[in-house]
């Protein structure tokens, strides 16, 4: 049996999913996403009518995106649609009640697609996102930077996944990407209040409205053409000698030396 990287409670209406794999940064290996999941489905029968998703109090480091070391070496696209943080990101979208991230402590890679995949973010002020796929030479996936764009506005975009550097909480606020700033002694507090407010209207109400504006979101047309040029671009880097060198650096905790082939 697996270790338990998370904790989940479920009290008036309201479920809880904890973060609580220190040892590993509550990075989202393919057993804690497993066990996300596992959670998600657990709540939504018991008709849970809002989740807050939170790493441990005082975390240092919200979680660390995805385990780099279950990556790939070559030859497979590294972030398919069965890649773990994939599943992820649809169970959250698709769940039939808000799913409100309590952010305390950094939210690197593919944890800030996570982020931003919820409904709602409360950030305290020492909270960072921090898109790294340049860091490592992994290429995002097509579904992967529509949530960043339903979250941010281009630029901003851009200049996360292209600087690879944190963007802290209070200009995330500022730029309208999370929907509250409250200090960390309040951060709970400020959570479960709006959580109560949620659950207090009418479910079925909120989980259409939710469902109408996932779909509405993801209405951006492409032609098959320019999907294919989006997908095939991809190939070019993880096919890339870049990508190797990106995950071995990681592993190696060196600095890599990317050459652009």
């Known amino acids: 049996m697996d270790e338990a990287l998370i904790r989940s409670e479920f009290a008036d209406d309201i479920g809880t999913i904890t973060l609580d794999h220190p040892q590993k940064r509550n990075a989202l290996s393919e057993v804690l996403v497993r066990q996300l999941v ?18 441990s109090a005082g975390a240092k480091v919200w979680s660390a995106g995805h385990d780099v070391t279950e990556l790939p070496t ?33 939210v690197w890679g593919g944890a800030c697609e996570t982020v931003f995949a919820c409904d709602l973010i409360v950030a305290a002020p020492g909270a960072t996102f921090a898109a790294t796929p340049a860091k490592l030479g992994v290429p995002y996936n097509v579904s992967g ?14 200049e996360m996944v292209f600087t690879a550097q944190p963007l802290g909480a209070e200009r995330a606020e500022r730029l309208g990407m999370i929907n509250a700033l409250v200090p960390a002694a309040e951060l709970e507090a400020h959570t479960r209040q709006l959580a109560r407010t949620i659950a207090a209207n009418a479910p079925l109400s909120i989980a259409v409205m ?16 320019g999907f294919e040029r989006v997908q095939g671009l991809r190939r070019l880097v993880y096919d890339s000698e870049d990508y190797q060198e990106g995950v071995s650096a990681f592993l190696g905790k060196r600095r890599p030396q990317f050459k652009g082939r």
């Open 145 to 158: 930077m529509l949530t960043f764009l339903n979250a941010a506005d281009l630029r901003i975009v851009k």
């Open 38 to 55: 596992a959670a998600l489905a657990a709540l939504q029968a018991q008709r849970a009518r809002v989740v807050i998703l939170r790493a």
């Open 74 to 106: 070559g030859g497979r696209d590294p972030l398919g649609w069965d890649d773990p943080l994939r599943l992820l990101i649809r169970e959250i979208e698709n769940f039939p009640a808000p799913v409100i991230a309590m952010i305390e402590g950094g």
């Open 210 to 225: 939710k469902e109408q504006l996932r779909i509405l979101a993801g209405a951006h047309p492409m032609s098959p053409q």
